[in-house]
């Protein structure tokens, strides 16, 4: 493999391959890979099982099938990308015969509710951005679908962020049924050579006539309607 072999990706993997785990990296230290080798083990140790990749945006589900690609090599005959704009009867088909699927939250949601999807040969689950697991996000409702026909999956989630406060990672924990949590910062040793220094430059720039322009009309036309809805 061309991917130089990283200490707390094998221990965060480990872990992850036997246990729901929460993983919370920073950006660029290699969640998807970490994500892309758990779905490839459970993609050979299952062969009729499904294995399904979720994240809230369409960019984000194309950028991990792209990765997966290129770290996996699973036939793309076996691999499914799915949104709401795939037909409902071409998904339908798609559940059945394909093995590894990227979609959004919603288009599996719905296809569970609706029988489109059979939630019982689900092996293994990642959610991408998974602090979105909160109140009545589709991350939840596809959770609650996948309970309430019994399926018996590993699940992995993965947050660069998981929470603004302890509270709110607590209810994602909870949502998820997560056991081990993996959380590496910046400043750790084992990741410390791998991170990327980002240099933050403010630049202040006189606003231009339109700039100026758009605030005059802000002023005058939006001001106005914002202060009678706040009245409402």
């Given at each position: 493999s061309s991917y130089s072999e990283r200490q707390y990706q094998l221990e965060i993997t480990r872990t992850?391959?036997?246990f729901n785990t929460l993983v919370s990296l920073p950006t660029g230290l290699g969640k998807t890979l970490i994500a892309a080798v758990v779905m490839y083990n459970y993609y050979q140790w299952f062969p009729s099982g499904k294995v399904v990749f979720l994240a809230p945006t369409c960019a984000l589900v194309n950028q991990q099938i792209q990765a997966c690609y290129n770290i996996m090599g699973i036939p793309e005959l076996h691999t499914a990308e799915m949104t709401g704009k795939t037909p409902r009867e071409k998904r339908g088909r798609l559940w059945k015969e394909r093995r590894l699927f990227f979609c959004t939250p919603q288009t599996m949601e719905?296809?569970?509710?609706?029988?489109n999807c059979d939630g019982t040969r689900v092996v293994c689950i990642v959610f991408d951005e998974a602090h979105k697991a909160v109140?009545?996000?589709?991350?939840?409702?596809?959770?609650?679908?996948?309970?309430?026909?019994?399926?018996?999956?590993?699940?992995?989630?993965?947050?660069?962020?998981?929470?603004?406060?302890i509270g709110t990672i607590q209810t994602v924990i909870h949502t998820l049924n997560v056991s081990r949590i993996e959380?590496?910062?910046?400043?750790?040793?084992?990741v410390k050579r791998?991170?990327?220094?980002?240099?933050?430059?403010?630049?202040?720039?006189?606003?231009?006539?339109?700039v100026h322009a758009g605030i005059r009309l802000f002023d005058k036309v939006l001001h106005p309607i914002l202060n009678q809805i706040r009245e409402r």
């Amino acid at each position: 493999s061309s991917y130089s072999e990283r200490q707390y990706q094998l221990e965060i993997t480990r872990t992850a391959l036997s246990f729901n785990t929460l993983v919370s990296l920073p950006t660029g230290l290699g969640k998807t890979l970490i994500a892309a080798v758990v779905m490839y083990n459970y993609y050979q140790w299952f062969p009729s099982g499904k294995v399904v990749f979720l994240a809230p945006t369409c960019a984000l589900v194309n950028q991990q099938i792209q990765a997966c690609y290129n770290i996996m090599g699973i036939p793309e005959l076996h691999t499914a990308e799915m949104t709401g704009k795939t037909p409902r009867e071409k998904r339908g088909r798609l559940w059945k015969e394909r093995r590894l699927f990227f979609c959004t939250p919603q288009t599996m949601e719905g296809d569970l509710r609706s029988d489109n999807c059979d939630g019982t040969r689900v092996v293994c689950i990642v959610f991408d951005e998974a602090h979105k697991a909160v109140k009545e996000y589709a991350y939840v409702k596809v959770l609650q679908q996948l309970k309430a026909c019994g399926a018996r999956f590993r699940l992995l989630a993965l947050s660069a962020t998981p929470g603004k406060d302890i509270g709110t990672i607590q209810t994602v924990i909870h949502t998820l049924n997560v056991s081990r949590i993996e959380a590496r910062l910046e400043e750790d040793e084992e990741v410390k050579r791998y991170t990327h220094t980002v240099e933050k430059e403010i630049v202040y720039l006189e606003p231009t006539e339109d700039v100026h322009a758009g605030i005059r009309l802000f002023d005058k036309v939006l001001h106005p309607i914002l202060n009678q809805i706040r009245e409402r």
